[in-house]
């Protein structure tokens, strides 16, 4: 491995202490812990009303999930480029799907506390939407390393891989990671438990659209990246910017 470019030393930098600049309000890392499990909720809303929808979350929704102690992080994505439609990335960590369970219940306590449901806030989001999915996936601590989400642009790229690959999958992908941790790059991996036929998810880190076209060009030098290419039946990709006050632990 030759010797760093300042750009990657830059996000090695990034990955082990975000500035304060660039640090989300009230969050602290989004790295994922063995047996997390987090939900991507894929909002579309309806022309023009993106920025109500944001309103919607920082008023009814964020200060419940800021008290919900089952929830491990909270991290909301507006849409920077795009392959497919989208508006916003709501990703939330559970401690698996039970974790996921028990937020369910302490969210409707919480509301009821205060005289309110979970339900207004759905009812309120549902009038302004043209469409969301939601998907879930298994977090693997290994394949990764840092917070992605604390950089400028972050990179989702979704996986479907050939059937009966995953497991040979994965050892090439922990190929990638290892050339990935060597430069500095913060990045996490998941496997899906919940999708639209996809298998693996990643998170990649970066500073700039410059950045993201430089990291393709340097892990197509990688030769574990060749197995996983020759191992991908399909891969979709988006390119989303973390919602500063918008971010939970």
């Known amino acids: 491995m030759g010797e760093a470019t300042p750009t990657v030393r830059a996000l090695a930098a990034l990955a082990l202490a975000v500035p304060a600049a660039c640090a989300p309000a009230h969050g ?91 339900g207004a806030f759905y009812e309120r989001m549902g009038a302004i939407l043209a469409g969301h999915t939601d998907e879930f996936v298994e977090m693997l601590p290994g394949f990764g390393t840092g917070d992605p989400s604390a950089t400028p642009r972050t990179a989702l790229v979704w996986y479907r891989v050939a059937p009966g690959s995953g497991e040979e999958f994965e050892r090439a992908l922990a190929g990638v990671v290892a050339w990935e941790t060597d430069e500095g790059l913060p990045t996490s991996s998941g496997r899906f438990l919940l999708s639209d036929g996809w298998h693996y998810l990643r998170f990649l880190g970066f500073e700039s659209l410059g950045d993201y076209q430089d990291y393709w060009a340097g892990v197509r030098t990688v030769a574990a990246h060749e197995s996983v290419e020759q191992l991908t039946v399909l891969r979709r990709e988006v390119i989303v910017s973390s919602v500063s006050d918008l971010a939970i632990r």
């Open 28 to 118: 602290a890392a989004q790295t994922p812990v063995e047996g997390e499990v987090r939900q991507l909720v894929t909002f579309r809303f309806l022309p023009g009303r993106s920025g109500e929808g944001l309103e919607i979350l920082r008023e009814r929704a964020v200060p419940f999930y800021d008290n919900d102690d089952a929830m491990l992080s909270f991290r909301a994505f507006r849409e920077i480029e795009s392959s497919v439609p989208l508006d916003l990335i709501v990703v939330r960590g559970f401690r698996g799907m039970r974790g996921m369970d028990t937020s369910g219940e302490r969210l409707r306590e919480l509301a009821t506390e205060q005289g309110t449901s979970m």
